[in-house]
C-alpha cells in the first residue's frame, strides 16, 4: 500500500471516528411533567445536584454512564420520585461498525455514548390528613 493510500485510509478512520460525539453532542436537555403541575424536581447523580427543574420544565445535562434520581416535591403532596437510566445511543452502534475501538473510545471518554429517556412524568399524591 503506497503513502497517499495510507494517508487516506487514516483520514476516513479519523473522519468517522467519535460519531456520537459529533451526531448527538455530550449533552442532552430533559423534560419533566408532574400531576399537579409546578412541582420543583432536584436531580442527582451519583450523590451529586446536576439540576433543578419546576414542571412542567426542561433541564440540560451532560451525558454520562451513571443513572440519574429524580426527586419533586410540591406543598400538601408525597414526593415523587423517578430513576432514569442512561442507556446506549444509536450513534454508539453506527460508530463502532464504522470507525471501531477508536470511535467508540472517544465517545465513551466524552459521554455521548449515553442517552436518557427525553420526557418524565410523575404523578404526585396527595397528603393524606393526620387524624
Not at 9 to 30: K, N, P, Y
Not at 64 to 90: E, F, Q, R
Not at 106 to 112: E, L, M, N, Q, R
Request: contains cysteine; charged residues 15%.
Amino acid at each position: 500500500m503506497n503513502k497517499l493510500a495510507t494517508m487516506a485510509a487514516v483520514i476516513a478512520v479519523a473522519a468517522v471516528t467519535g460519531c456520537s460525539t459529533i451526531v448527538e453532542g455530550t449533552s442532552q436537555t430533559l423534560s419533566f411533567n408532574t400531576d399537579p403541575a409546578g412541582a420543583t424536581c432536584t436531580l442527582e447523580r451519583n450523590g451529586m445536584t446536576i439540576g433543578k427543574v419546576v414542571t412542567p420544565g426542561a433541564v440540560r445535562i451532560d451525558r454520562t454512564k451513571h443513572a440519574i434520581n429524580v426527586n419533586c416535591l410540591l406543598d400538601g403532596y408525597d414526593p415523587g420520585t423517578a430513576h432514569l437510566k442512561s442507556h446506549a445511543s444509536a450513534a454508539t452502534f453506527g460508530n463502532i461498525i464504522a470507525g471501531g475501538g477508536i470511535g467508540w473510545a472517544i465517545d465513551s471518554a466524552a459521554g455521548s455514548d449515553n442517552k436518557y429517556d427525553e420526557s418524565t412524568f410523575i404523578s404526585l399524591k396527595r397528603k393524606v390528613a393526620a387524624q
